[in-house]
């Protein structure tokens, strides 16, 4: 299928360019032709703007409200870098870690502590108002499955 797309792209290229001189000399130039292969459009975070608020983590260095943009990463998020790039691999999977735990997950009763966060702001052009806690490990694994946008915490 691929091949046969590529085949079809410079077939249709091919023949655009065998009119041109036609066109040309009716309407003006043509804009420079395009090169192949066009590389693939990559995400580059553009359009994620949040916020980070943390509290009860027991760690004064963690808790706080932080500013994350991406693209390029930028904020005063402690680690702006490896937060966008982490969003960014969850974005590549399609996963949504601002979903909340589905009310039918069978979740293990453990309690990973009083740490309390909630993340506002867009995430890909998508809005994004979520809170998290760490109080069965359901919860526990969303965080930590968001880390370093969250901080690792007890």
Same mark, same amino acid.
Do not use: K
């Given at each position: ?9 410079? !077939? ?69 870098? /490896? ?25 293990? /009763?453990?309690?990973?502590?009083? !740490? ?39």
């Amino acid at each position: 299928m691929m091949r046969r797309l590529a085949l079809t792209a410079v !077939a249709s290229l091919a023949a655009l360019s065998a009119a041109a001189p036609a066109a040309t000399a009716a309407s003006g130039p043509l804009p420079l032709p395009l090169s192949l292969p066009l590389p693939l459009l990559q995400d580059d975070g553009a359009g994620t703007r949040l916020t980070v608020v943390v509290s009860g983590s027991g760690n004064p260095e963690a808790d706080g409200r932080y500013e994350l943009e991406c693209g390029p990463a930028r904020g005063t998020h402690p680690v702006a870098a /490896q937060a966008c790039e982490r969003l960014g691999q969850l974005e590549g999977e399609g996963a949504d870690p601002f979903a909340p735990v589905s009310r039918d997950a069978m979740c293990t /009763q453990q309690y990973g502590g009083e !740490a309390t966060s909630r993340v506002t702001g867009t995430w890909h052009g998508r809005h994004v108002d979520a809170s998290f806690r760490r109080t069965n490990g359901c919860e526990i694994a969303r965080w930590n499955g968001l880390r370093p946008v969250l901080p690792n915490v007890r």
